[in-house]
């Protein structure tokens, strides 16, 4: 297979509390079965910096990036993030960010391009949230579009929880089209307002998402008018996902990434992938399902 460029960085894991309910360990375990797969040759992932702060503060209040940089979130915003407010945590954001500005770039030179982290489709305009610090999808879209190297943005949430924070974010911005395929009754208890969204019951299983993906991301790519996509490929619908609630089997997450691609790319569109939600006391089960994208994205690039 002829894999897409990948972006990963050792920090993309922070140190937790033993038995912290957040999958740290899964970046790690990613990058080993990327290796296992001929994906990530010795060498061949490219490394991104922190992000600066002027980006952040695009889509971010600076007064809660300076909270996060410093150590000084409250009790209430660190509790509603779910994770501690180290300095090892921030720069993970940091990294996780401009990973996915990295693999943009990288997508409108290659097509498609992976970041082996991000999607972290809950933080807000001026909090964060679920796991969520730093909205590293909205930071780089809207980077792209000061920049002027895109004129509109796509951005595909599949994962089973919605996209509130990205959809608060662009809110009534006409340059971002946001479609969430999620979960109805699964977090967040309170929904934000998506360009699109599709929302699914309980136990939705293959043929169904399927067939609801195939309609909704058909209008998407129709009304977005994109120069550029972002899909976010969780892979929490799965059946046996810790927080899923959906029953996708292996097969069918596998045809989602498939199908998404696929239209995205016979669109015309670059493709950005981010990691999402995955969640599972295996971290090697875990790692597997999440490099499914991965194997998917570079077999397209093969054909």
Avoid at 14 to 29: D, I, T, V
Avoid at 277 to 287: D, I, Q, T, V, W
């Amino acid at each position: 297979m002829t894999a897409p460029p990948i972006v990963w960085h050792p920090d993309y894991m922070a140190p937790l509390q033993p038995g912290h309910r957040f999958p740290m360990s899964k970046y790690g375990y990613l990058r080993r079965a990327l290796d296992m797969r001929g994906l990530l040759p010795a060498g061949g992932f490219l490394a991104p910096a922190p992000a600066p702060v002027a980006l952040l503060s695009a889509v971010h209040d600076i007064g809660y990036v300076e909270r996060v940089e410093t150590g000084r979130l409250s009790a209430d915003e660190t509790r509603r993030i779910g994770l501690p407010n180290t300095p090892a945590v921030a720069r993970r954001a940091r990294l996780a960010a401009a990973g996915t500005l990295l693999a943009a770039r990288l997508a409108m030179e290659h097509g498609i391009a992976c970041n082996a982290a991000g999607g972290s489709h809950h933080a807000g305009p001026d909090v964060g949230s679920g796991f969520c610090v730093y909205n590293d999808v909205a930071i780089a879209a809207r980077a792209l579009l000061v920049e002027g190297i895109v004129r509109r943005v796509l951005i595909v949430d599949l994962d089973v929880h919605q996209g509130d924070g990205t959809a608060w974010i662009f809110a009534g911005d006409p340059a971002v089209f946001t479609l969430s395929l999620h979960g109805a009754k699964n977090f967040p208890a309170r929904k934000a307002t998506s360009s699109l969204d599709i929302p699914l019951a309980d136990a939705t299983g293959d043929a169904e998402y399927l067939a609801a993906l195939q309609i909704a991301l058909g209008r998407a790519i129709r009304e977005a008018r994109a120069d550029i996509a972002f899909y976010n490929a969780g892979v929490d619908v799965w059946e046996g996902d810790r927080l899923g609630r959906l029953a996708l089997s292996r097969e069918g997450l596998r045809a989602r990434d498939r199908l998404a691609l696929s239209m995205l790319r016979a669109a015309g569109l670059p493709v950005a992938c981010v990691l999402g939600g995955g969640y599972s006391n295996e971290p090697e089960e875990l790692a597997a399902r999440h490099a499914m994208v991965f194997e998917e994205a570079a077999a397209l690039n093969r054909a």
